[in-house]
């Protein structure tokens, strides 16, 4: 089968596709030929070196694939049978012709969608529906700060904390981004680059502060955020976009708003938690995905490239111009 590989870390220029072996199913596991394939920041930072996959899972890029049941392993307990459709939660892997998957990590692909909006969905809605329900217990009413709010998992985030009945707030880089946000369902949004967001936030809570922030960016971000971090806020930590170093009193700020700063990470989480987060969203939020009407959600893609054009697609996404997802498309 044809795969995603670089022989050492590097740029983009160091991607091909290369000839690998098909792999077979274990216990309990599907095999899934792969039609689509989202990229994520993961697969960056994996190319540059900076991020191994899991202990044992593959080394080839991709956290998300749609595509087809193509071979069921010995111990399947499940309902999917071979040609069924189907989305998937990986570890790595999925940007190949095919991937094994752990049964309790497909989903249906919910109707209506193309295979390249549900491979937008896996890991990216599920990061948002983690960070904002299991880790950041948002509540009707909350306000929420949800940084990047233009990414994959801003523009889901934005989607989720309005079906909760939060109000997101969002902070992006242009104005497009700032507008497709709002049509999204941002009440409010703050553009980096032309004002301070922490300053902005306050003002448009009031004075009050955002009882919680989705923040990817970390250490250049620390000071905005706990000064427009509400009392009893939490502040949950998912990436380090804006680097790891905080210099300066972050915990004396932090205890003074009595904050809780959470951190979080999803890929590294093993398959039990895995496959809770996958049955909890498939019950609660995919269904939301095929029904008409203001609660409708929506996988947002950019743009969708052939697998042949990966180099292309990872400096796209290193650009920073993208609103929502890239997806790559597998040769069939």
């Given at each position: ?7 050492k ?7 091909y596709?290369?000839?690998v ?10 095999l ?13 930072l ?5 991020y191994?996959?899991p202990?044992?899972?593959s ?5 998300e ?20 459709p189907?989305?998937?939660l ?5 940007q190949a012709q095919?991937v094994?998957?752990p049964?309790g990590?497909?989903m249906?692909?919910?109707?209506g969608?193309?295979?390249p909006q549900?491979?937008?969905i896996?890991?990216?809605w599920l ?15 909350d ?6 709010g ?14 909760a009945g ?12 700032l507008?497709?946000a709002?049509k999204l369902?941002a009440?409010?949004?703050?553009n980096?680059?032309?004002e ?5 936030t306050?003002?448009?809570t009031k004075g009050?502060?955002?009882n ?12 905005k ?8 806020g ?8 804006g680097g790891a ?8 700020k932090l ?20 496959e809770?987060l ?5 019950e609660?939020?995919l269904?939301h995905?095929?029904t008409?009407?203001?609660?409708r ?10 697998l042949?054009e ?5 400096k ?5 111009k993208?609103?929502?997802k890239?997806v790559?498309e597998?040769?069939?």
């Open positions: 089968m044809l795969a995603v590989h670089f022989d870390p590097g740029g983009p220029e160091n991607l596709l290369k000839e072996a098909k792999p077979s199913p274990g216990e309990g596991e599907v899934l030929k792969v039609a689509a394939s989202a990229l994520n920041r993961a697969d960056i994996q190319r540059q070196g900076q191994a996959p202990p044992g899972a080394s080839i890029l991709g956290l694939a749609s595509g087809h049941v193509a071979e069921l392993g010995p111990g399947c307990q499940g309902h999917w049978k071979i040609g069924d189907a989305m998937a990986l570890p790595s892997g999925g095919y094994t998957v049964e990590l497909l249906p692909i919910p109707a969608l193309t295979m549900a491979a937008a896996p890991e990216t990061t948002a529906f983690q960070l904002l329900h299991l880790i950041g217990n948002v509540r009707a009413g306000s929420v700060l949800i940084h990047a233009s990414s994959g998992v801003g523009t889901a985030a934005i989607q989720l904390a309005r079906m939060a109000i997101p707030l969002v902070t992006v880089g242009s104005q497009d981004k507008q497709m709002e369902g009440a409010g949004g703050f980096y680059k032309e301070d967001f922490s300053e902005a306050l003002k448009f009050t502060g955002v919680l922030i989705i923040d990817c960016i970390g250490g250049s971000y620390w000071e955020n706990v000064n427009c971090l509400a009392v009893d939490r502040w949950v930590l998912y990436g380090l976009m170093d905080v210099n300066g009193p972050l915990f004396s205890l003074f708003k009595r904050g809780s700063l959470i951190a979080s990470l999803l890929r590294s989480r093993d398959k039990k938690y895995k809770m996958v049955k909890a969203f498939t609660q939020i269904p995905f095929s008409e009407g203001p609660q959600l929506l996988p947002v893609l950019d743009r969708v490239y052939p042949s990966i180099q292309e697609a990872h796209y996404m290193e650009s920073n993208h609103m929502g890239i790559l597998l040769p069939q």
